[in-house]
Structures are given as C-alpha cells and as structure tokens.
C-alpha cells in the first residue's frame, strides 16, 4: 500500500541539510577510494615485484601477503581493521587513538581498502611481469645493466603497459567496494542515502542518486584510464582504433 | 680470450644441459656452435656471459672468471654483446633508445655521445632512417640489425649471436648474415649458434658440435664439408 501511495519527492537531494549530507559523502566516497588507490598502487606494485625477484625471502613475504589479504572477505578485514587492529596497539598508543583520530572509521577504511586492492593489483602486476619473455630479461642483463636498471627502463614499463586494461577494472573495483564501509559506519555516499532515508522516508530518490553518482565516477575512471592507454600506446604493437 | 673449463649446468637438479663442456676461444676468432635442439648450444653460449649459474667448472672471459664470487658480472657483461633468435628489443622504446639506453646508463655517456654513436651504428647495420620508429614497426631483418647495433653501442670485445636467423624469413636472413661476416672481418671475437652451414663454412675458424649436452666434435669449415661426404658430423643433419 505504502509503495503504491509513495510521492516522489526529489528536493531532498538538495533540501537544507540532505543537500549538505550528500555532498559530503560523495566527498568522503572520492576521499576513501582515493586514498585506497594509492595505497593499493604502491604497496601492489611492490608486492607484486617481490613474487618474481629471485629472492627466496621477498617471494615469500609477498606470496604470503596476497595469500592472506586475497583469501579473505574484504567485509572481514574491514572489521578487523576497525575492531580488531586497535586492539593489538599497547594500550598509549590506543588512547592516543581514540584522543586523536575521531574519524578511526574512515581510516580503517582507507587501510581495508588499499590492502586489501593491493593484494589484488600485485596479481595482476605479477601476471604482467611474467607475460614478457625470458629473453627479454637476458637481453637486457646481457648490455650490462643492473637489476634495478633492467626492472626500471625494461621490465617495468613494458609490464605496466601490458596490464592498463585489467587495472582499470581493479581501479573501479577499489571505488565501488568503498560502499562496504558503511558497515563501519563511514559516512560515504551509499551510507549517507540510506541516512537521509531514515529521517525522510524518501530513500528512492536518495539511492538512485547515489546510484547516479557512482555511474558518474566510473564514467570518469573509464574515461580517464582509456586516455592513459592511449597516450602509452606503443606504436605499432597495440592494436589501433 | 674465453676460457670454458669442464663447465656443467643442470635445469632443476634432474636435466643436465651442459655435460663437462670444455672449449677456449681465441681473440679474433669466429666460432659456430650447432646441433640439435636442446643439446645445450644456448646454454653454454649464456654461461659466457654469466645468464646461466652453471654449477660446475669455470668460464674466464678476458682473464676474468666469470661465476667467482668477487667478479662484477655487470661489468663484465657490459663488455659482451649478446644477440638473441626473437631480436628481445625494448617494445616501447624507438630503436635509438634502444641502442643507447644502455651506453647512457651503464657507460654513463651523454645523451648527444650517444646519438651520434648510434647514427653510426644504424649507418653501419643500413638503417639510420629508422632511428626514431618503435621495434613492432620494423620487419624481423632490420630488428635483428638494430639488435645488432643496439650490441656493438657498448663496443664489446666479444659478440654471441644466439640463433640471429632462426626467425627470420629466408629473403631477410642474408641482410643478417652480411653483417655478421662484416663483423667478424673486422676482426670481432664471436660465438655464434646457429643452422647457417653456408655461414658457418664461409665465417667460421672452427665449427663445434654439441649433442646431448656434450661438445662431440670440433673442425674447420672446410673439415665439415669434406666429413660431410663421409660420417661424422652430418649425422646430426640426419637426425640419428
């Protein structure tokens, strides 16, 4: 009955203070997916150089590191990392914790995020390296070059660019799975619609503008990820549009 | 100028790829390996340069050992070319990065030093127009001639050619092979593996045969040509 009677009322995506709200949580969505990114880029990229060295200590300490965050629900080690991980602080650095940082959440979210992403781009920086040759490597050690030298000029760039096209999709991944923080009370987009919606009861138009909002970024994400791939394209060699 | 000392390699404890392989090669000289595949021609070629950890045995290049723990393997590369069957150049860089990449980050040369060098490089190997083209847009001849020049930028002593034909078509091997015989006029130290008995006999000081991880024979191309006619090495081509 209650559906049937439901009257639309799209002012509440900018009635004083909804308006206000959403704003900030689609602020707070870039926020942690940005920051997620970021860290899942540095800390993948490393993990997943340290699976291929040919150092028997690196290559257990990453594949170790993709077991455990890849393994596991990323629901899980959100809450790990906002209910747990304090714990295991000594307890000034806890009080300091809760002194200091207010918004715990939106931190723990951050880590959940990039780490958990991280594990993921590891994978795919891993599946990149070992896409090129053996030989490209030997050519490369054969001028003389160091390790660090032939992974930096060779390797690297040529991996990078093999792997643009799975990055995106992982990089729209980050951003989409910044909604699970609201189960530890971050206050993002999806949790702000469902906020608004407890006051209003108008949580059609909230969710739909948050599904908006999401469509919008992605949009974004594609497009920009798509000029990258083609600013890098290596003439010759990447099929042409 | 290489020194190869009851030398064995073994892939994963159970293969042997090189079975108390012993050779010298002297400064100048141009050397042919074949055999088989998988009888341990590149392997060996590689412990030259250091790419392969043979466990046994000692290879000194230019009087330095190159599996002793103090030797600086970076250093000693830096003074081999290498050439290798599927050209391996950098897909995303133009063929002049290519060549001075290198001599730019291990000679530690100036940018223009470089260029220029490599010119004369391309000059030399009948491309120079191709300086600023990416490697997907060259055809096998001339990348493997850019791979050729992309070698000499670092002005080896000694140059190993692993299979430089082998993926070429047959009109664009010749272009390959003409350099190569440049080269080894000139009086370059080489190493090459490969199937190109015309070169092999024409080129070559000595021509060795490796079967089953072994080095079964060594001759002279004119050696080779009249055993053809009898046993010996031409068993190989035989495939018994």
Redesign the interface.
Known sequence: MGILNYTFDWSVLWRDPYGGMLVKGILTTLQLSLLAWLIALVLGLAVGLCRVLPLRFTRLVGGAYVQVFRNTPLLVQLFFWYFAAPLLLPKPAQAWLYDNVPNYAFWAGVVALGTYTASRVAEQFRAGLMAI?R??Y?????????TV?VYR??IA??AL?LILPPFTTEFLTCFKNSALAMTIGVMEVTHTAYYIDSFTWHGLETTTAASAVYLCIAACITAGMAFTEKR?R????IVRR | MIQIQHVSLWYDKTHKALDDVSESIRRGQTVVICGPSGSGKSSLL?CI?G?ERFQEGRVVVDGVSVRQPGTDI??L??????V???F?????MTVMQNIT??PM??RKMSRAVAEKKAMALLERVGIPEKAS?????LSGGQKQRV?IA??LA?EPKIM?FDEPTSALDPEMIKEVLDVMTDLAREGMTMVVVTHEMGFARGVADRIVFMSQAKIVETGTGSDFSSARKTKGPASFWNGS
């Open positions: 040759p030989d490209q030997r050519a490369a050690y054969a001028t003389g070059l160091t030298q000029y060779v760039p040529f660019r890098v290596i003439p010759g060699m | 590689r340069n790419l970076h250093k590369r830096a003074e081999i070319g290498m290798f069957q599927h391996e150049l950098y897909p995303h990449l290198a980050r291990v083209r990416f490697p997907e847009e791979a992309r070698a670092m190993l």
